[in-house]
Structure formats: C-alpha cells, structure tokens
C-alpha cells in the first residue's frame, strides 16, 4: 500500500501543484497552520497545539501516512527528517502563503531551517528552532 501511495503521489503531483504565491508573513497575519511531522510523539504534537493555541492559529497535524496531504492553511510546515515524496508532494500541493521546511524540496519552501552538522535533527528541536524564527519575523 506504500508503494501504491507514493506512486500515486508521484502521478498527480503535476495536477496538484499549488500557483498560490508564498513569501514570508508575521504570525500576527495568520490564522491556520499545517504542520507535517513523523506521528506519534505526543508531546510534540501538545507543543505544536500549545504554540499555536496561544496565538489563536488553528493547527492541522499531518503525517505521512494521511490519505491526502494537500492542505489549505496559510502556513505549512514540514519537520519530517528526511526527506520523501511524501514530503513533496505535501509541500508543492499546499495552498500556503508561507511554507517553512529542513529540506529544500524543488525551491517551495520560504524558510529553509537546518540544523548545524552533528547537531539534533529531532523533531522537537526543530519546531522549537522554526518558531523561533517565526516570532521574530515582523
């Protein structure tokens, strides 16, 4: 069924492709958030809707095993640690103005967030570096 999956998505990627324009947008501006990550770290998944329920941003956790990964939030982020068609086909379909990734995946993502050689690739600590960044972006 994997396979059958990722040759799905490799099939429809250029019937799905967003042409919604994307560029860098304040937290202020945004209501909705996708966020793609490896499920079943439940703690990340409190932090993510802790981060975003504080901001009145509406989360939607994905992962790679969702029947359908096109999304329609204004800010998708990936966090998965390596990349995948899965990954892809989520990032080049999403319809967000803002999306923010590890891995630039065919030039879609508007922040691009890699951790330093050696350093933790956890999911965790990624997420806590992205919203970093996002806090600071007027």
Known sequence: MNF???????????????????GLMPLARISSAAVLRVEGDSALDDEINAFFGKRGI????LSRKDRDLRTVEEL?????PERCMDETYAVVCSTAVFKVGIHDVRNCFDLTVRP?????TAQAA???AITDILQKIR
Request: proline share 8%; aromatic share 16%.
């Open 4 to 22: 059958l999956r990722t040759f799905l998505r490799f099939f429809l990627l250029p019937f799905h492709r967003s042409k919604v324009p994307t």
């Open 116 to 120: 330093k050689e050696g350093e933790e």
């Open 76 to 80: 998708f982020i990936s966090l998965l």
């Open 58 to 61: 509406k989360p939607h956790l």
């Open 126 to 128: 990624v997420f806590q």
